[in-house]
């Protein structure tokens, strides 16, 4: 594998949009394109894909937020790999490349939730040295 991280673009929303379907998300190509130039436009975010000899094999999506009970914090909104590209050190390398953003911005702790579902995804984050300190439910509203 000739793995290269780098940060998203807009014209990479079709391959974004395609592995969004993977976590469940599915969602139109030019959809993608609109929120990846909104993201890439705002400072506290950060959006990067794992290249593979020209193929995105995957994306993360980190976030800068300062929360009242624990102050500032990175969060990891969203990770996938391609099903092929799995255990391949794909998602280590994004993980990374969020985990030195943050340090890039003086933040000292990054944070990410996983669904429970998603058992599998529990061991990388434990190996990562990810530490789970709580379970919760989510709720979601429409307006």
């Known amino acids: 594998m000739t793995l290269v991280v780098r940060r998203a673009a807009s014209d990479d929303a079709p391959h974004v949009a395609a592995l969004s379907r993977v976590l469940g998300y599915p969602?139109?190509?030019?959809?993608?394109s609109e929120r990846l130039?909104?993201?890439?436009?705002?400072?506290?975010?950060?959006?990067?894909?794992?290249?593979?000899?020209?193929?995105?094999?995957?994306?993360?999506?980190?976030?800068?937020r300062e929360l009242l009970e624990v102050g500032r914090q990175v969060e990891i909104l969203g990770l996938v790999v391609d099903?092929?590209?799995?255990?391949?050190?794909a998602g280590r390398a994004l993980v990374d490349a969020v985990e030195r953003w943050a340090a890039?911005?003086?933040?000292?702790?990054?944070?990410?939730?996983?669904?429970v579902v998603?058992?599998?995804?529990?061991?990388?984050?434990?190996?990562?040295?990810?530490?789970?300190?709580?379970?919760?439910?989510?709720?979601?509203?429409?307006?």
């Open 27 to 32: 969602v139109d190509p030019g959809v993608m």
């Open 37 to 64: 130039a909104h993201l890439a436009a705002r400072d506290a975010d950060a959006v990067f894909v794992a290249v593979d000899r020209d193929c995105i094999v995957g994306w993360i999506h980190g976030s800068e």
């Open 83 to 89: 099903l092929a590209a799995r255990r391949s050190g």
């Open 104 to 115: 890039s911005r003086g933040v000292a702790q990054v944070s990410v939730r996983s669904n």
């Open 118 to 143: 998603r058992v599998e995804s529990h061991p990388f984050y434990e190996r990562l040295g990810y530490k789970r300190v709580k379970t919760q439910h989510s709720y979601r509203k429409t307006l």
